[in-house]
């Protein structure tokens, strides 16, 4: 850690080490950072995530997270209510969004199937996506799981559980790379994706 540092400082650099894609030296470094634009940086961060802590919410309807339940995805009138896309983790629906290209709503499964790991069907908010379906208005549910074993594991369970009700499957076309995970892929992957998605047999 930094050397002559206080504890408090320490303990900063110590958590963002724990973020995804930061380990120690790029942490020291945030610190150095935040601490050298105090005014224009720390102070902006501090209050930010102060604000988020206070009003995050997990969106009851899709499983979003936001600052508001319903999300604002849900709770906007333009999106088309037809159109379901069905995702593992939230950081999938952001990746998505990103792309600005599907104008549907959402479903965050909260994980995938895995054996390995003991994660079941009812690990996950699949029963509550069978609800949903259940209750009518959707024409199309897209199976956006990612394109590991665990990801088709779990958009098979999904498809045999959706069989019978009246709605049109569909999964991103496989030009998702074998292993890859949405919110790795860049916007350009993704549209094609979401544009070649295909009936699933």
């Not at 963002?16 to 102070?43: D, F, I, N, W, Y």
């Not at 996950?124 to 996506?129: K, V």
């Not at 999904?158 to 790795?184: F, Q, S």
């Amino acid at each position: 850690m930094l050397p002559m540092a206080s504890p408090e400082i320490d303990a900063l650099t110590q958590a963002l080490a724990r973020l995804p894609g930061l380990g120690p030296r790029s942490a020291r470094r945030a610190v150095l950072h935040l601490l050298k634009k105090r005014e224009t940086a720390l102070t902006p961060l501090l209050r930010a995530l102060e604000l988020v802590d206070e009003r995050l919410s997990t969106c009851h309807v899709c499983g979003n997270v936001d600052t508001s339940d319903p999300c604002s995805i849900c709770a906007d009138p333009r999106r088309d209510e037809r159109s379901l896309c069905v995702v593992e983790e939230v950081a999938d629906l952001w990746a998505l969004e990103r792309s600005r290209l599907f104008p549907g709503r959402f479903h965050v499964l909260g994980g995938r199937l895995s054996a390995l790991d003991g994660v079941r069907p009812e690990d996950l908010s699949i029963d509550r996506l069978v609800a949903r379906i259940s209750a009518g208005g959707i024409d199309e549910v897209v199976l956006a799981t990612n394109a590991t074993l665990e990801g088709q594991t779990t958009a098979h369970y999904i498809a045999e559980r959706l069989e019978g009700l009246p709605v049109r499957l569909t999964r991103l076309a496989h030009g998702l790379p074998v292993g890859g995970e949405l919110d790795y892929l860049d916007e350009g992957t993704l549209a094609q994706a979401l544009r070649a998605r295909r009936p699933i047999d």
